[in-house]
């Protein structure tokens, strides 16, 4: 099973300033390992994330980015108490899902 | 291969005069300062941390057992504030332990695991983490912003910095190193990485503040079992024992020379 996600959501007036780790290997398919096998693709492709239950953010991203990535993104809007949720899926299925309560630290 | 070996070669002469003209303040490390503080805002240990917290409250092990009855010096289960002051004497084993080596007892004690079977694959690489390296981390997180404060009241504790101090200028091995041909003396460094003087009491500090680290180079978690453990191989030593007194005794003279300094949690390295 995938590692939890680590996401912040601090609050600026109404605009939450969202900051998530994700942990994920990320690999290229581009890279060998010991014994000289191509390690196979595997990276993240589909960032979502939703206030509410309503989405606000997401992302088609591919092997170009970088292994444990971290994104930030502002959401507008956001009042304390709001849950925030974000989801992953890479492309061999899997998927993890992580939630946080906006301004709760 | 020949060509870019030459061209790493040009590269590193080049560093290496920059900073035999500015000792402290050269451009490379600078910069590699201003983005390691960038870096810091947003560290991937911090999932370390999470996944730590996990391992540190799930039942797990041939004793279902979780490690919240672990003492770190401090009380079962206390957390926060314990890793500051470790390695520390424990009275239930009668010797002195590091972080990790606590950890991992209380891993074999309460949950039943077997120490030979974790000190077989002990550090991080590629994706794999070993647990005591996520435990450790979110251990070392609990003292955030809090001084570090290594105890010296017990005699064993005294004995283990003073065999720790022993250690440390033991000149040994094929090339006759110790840890103080790198780290006695000021403007040391290997390739390009600039190496901090542990005998001076304002550089002592780096052997225990930014550990354990996420290191960017690979994105493994690593602890100061596995940087002991390196610079032993660094030197051309035999391997130490994972978990060893060699490596609380080492711990210890550092950590208690980093006295009365802020441990800022879990680090960045490059």
């Known amino acids: ?105 | 291969m020949q060509k870019s070996f030459r061209a790493a070669l040009a590269t590193c002469c080049a560093v290496a005069a920059a900073t035999l003209a500015h000792a402290q303040t050269d451009p490379t490390t600078e910069d590699f300062e201003k983005f390691r503080a960038v870096m810091e805002d947003a560290n991937p240990a911090e999932l370390w941390e999470v996944k730590g917290e996990q391992l540190w409250k799930t039942r797990r092990g041939p004793k279902n057992a979780s490690l919240e009855q672990c003492d770190l010096g401090l009380g079962p289960g206390v957390v926060k504030g314990a890793y500051v002051q470790l390695p520390r004497y424990f009275a239930d084993v009668g010797t002195v332990m590091d972080a990790e080596r606590r950890i991992v007892h209380c891993m074999v004690t309460l949950q039943g695991f077997s120490f030979e079977e974790i000190a077989k694959r002990p550090f991080s690489s590629g994706n794999y983490t070993p647990d005591p390296v996520s435990i450790v981390t979110f251990v070392a997180a609990q003292s955030r912003d809090m001084k570090i404060a290594v105890p010296q009241s017990h005699p064993k504790e005294r004995a283990t910095w003073e065999l720790g101090k022993a250690i440390f200028h033991y000149r040994a091995g094929p090339w006759d190193f110790s840890c103080a041909t790198c780290h006695g003396e000021d403007g040391k460094r290997i390739r390009t990485q600039n190496l901090p003087n542990f005998t001076k009491h304002d550089q002592a500090p780096r052997s225990f503040i930014g550990w354990p680290g996420y290191r960017m180079t690979g994105g493994v978690m690593h602890s100061l079992q596995w940087r002991m453990n390196d610079c032993f191989r660094q030197q051309r030593f035999p391997e130490p024992g994972y978990a060893s007194d060699t490596i609380t005794a080492l711990l210890t003279y550092m950590g208690v020379n980093s006295n009365g300094f802020v441990y800022k949690g879990p680090g960045i390295k490059r």
């Not at chain 1, 509410?52 to 991203?61: E, R, T």
Request: proline letters at 5%; hydrophobic letters at 40%; a positive charge.
């Open chain 1, 1 to 105: 099973m995938a590692d939890p996600m680590k996401i912040r959501a601090s609050l600026q007036g109404d605009v939450a300033d969202v900051r998530v780790l994700m942990a994920h290997p990320m690999e290229t398919g581009q890279r060998k390992d010991a014994s000289g096998n191509v390690v196979p693709q595997h990276f993240i492709q589909t960032i979502t994330a939703q206030l509410n239950g309503k989405p606000v953010f997401g992302a088609d991203i591919s092997q170009a980015i970088s292994r444990n990535p971290v994104f930030a993104f502002k959401v507008k809007g956001a009042k304390a108490g709001d849950k925030l949720s974000i989801t992953w899926i890479d492309n061999k299925g899997d998927k993890r899902t992580d939630e946080v309560v906006v301004g709760g630290g």
